[in-house]
């Protein structure tokens, strides 16, 4: 699986939007990018994740580049619930193994 | 999505005694998977689990460290044997559920761990 680097921590202002980075410049063509979080002595739960194009579902917006070595996870309206550690990851898709790097930490701060 | 629960939610124990740890989820699910979080640290994966194979497990674990049974498609035990204080972490189990083309892992709230 191809590895991932993301910034060690990142702050936001409750309300506003979030924007947690990762680089994948490895990836290879059947491996998608998945997003987790995990909030202090929590299962980690899964947020969003897509192939190539943008994705949007309730939680969260992931945007890939075009050439798929960096990717964005939007948090549109951050608020105190959010600080947890974020994981990017990328995989191919069915049965195989989630490999976690150390994340991002975020600290939502009102 | 899965739900899934683990028991117990923490224990402490003695080193050199074992701790069965069970993950239920309340679907049927081909793939479960075992991970490990250790003080401060990342998850580790352990082993992966299908029903009615041998567990897969990962380097630096052994079947021998941390039997696990697969007995059906909802149901899966991992168990710490011959526990030092060096076991103590966060156990969590996974599931891999699918939806349509979409592949997704649900975890379990995890089994917190302290050997003493």
């Known amino acids: 699986d191809a590895k991932t680097t993301q910034p060690t921590s990142m702050d936001c202002a409750e309300g506003r939007a979030a924007n947690l980075p990762c680089n994948h410049s490895t990836i290879s063509g059947n491996e998608y990018v998945y997003w987790y979080r995990q909030i202090h002595s929590q299962g980690p739960q899964y947020i969003i994740h897509g192939l190539k194009n943008n994705e949007t579902n309730e939680m969260a917006s992931l945007i890939i580049t075009e050439d798929r070595k960096s990717s964005t996870l939007i948090l549109p309206h951050a608020t105190l619930r959010d600080t947890a550690v974020y994981y990017c990851?990328?995989?191919?898709?069915?049965?195989?193994?989630?490999?976690f790097g150390a994340g991002t930490i975020l600290r939502v701060k009102s | 999505s899965a739900v899934i629960s683990q028991k117990p939610s923490r224990d402490i124990c003695q080193r050199g005694t074992s701790l069965t740890i069970q993950c239920q989820v309340d679907?049927?699910?081909?793939?479960m998977f075992w991970y490990r979080q250790q003080p401060g640290q990342s998850l580790t994966l352990i082993a992966t689990?299908?029903?009615?194979?041998?567990?897969?497990?990962e380097s630096g674990f052994v079947i021998d460290k941390f039997p696990i049974s697969r007995p059906n498609l909802t149901f899966s035990t991992l168990t710490v044997s011959n526990m030092s204080p060096e076991d103590s972490s966060i156990y969590l189990c996974s599931v891999e559920s699918a939806s349509g083309s979409n592949y997704e892992q649900y975890f379990g709230p995890g089994t917190r761990l302290t050997v003493t």
């Open positions: 689990a299908n029903q009615g194979s041998e567990a897969t497990y």
């Open positions: 679907s049927q699910v081909t793939m």
């Open positions: 990851i990328v995989r191919v898709g069915y049965g195989n193994k989630l490999v």
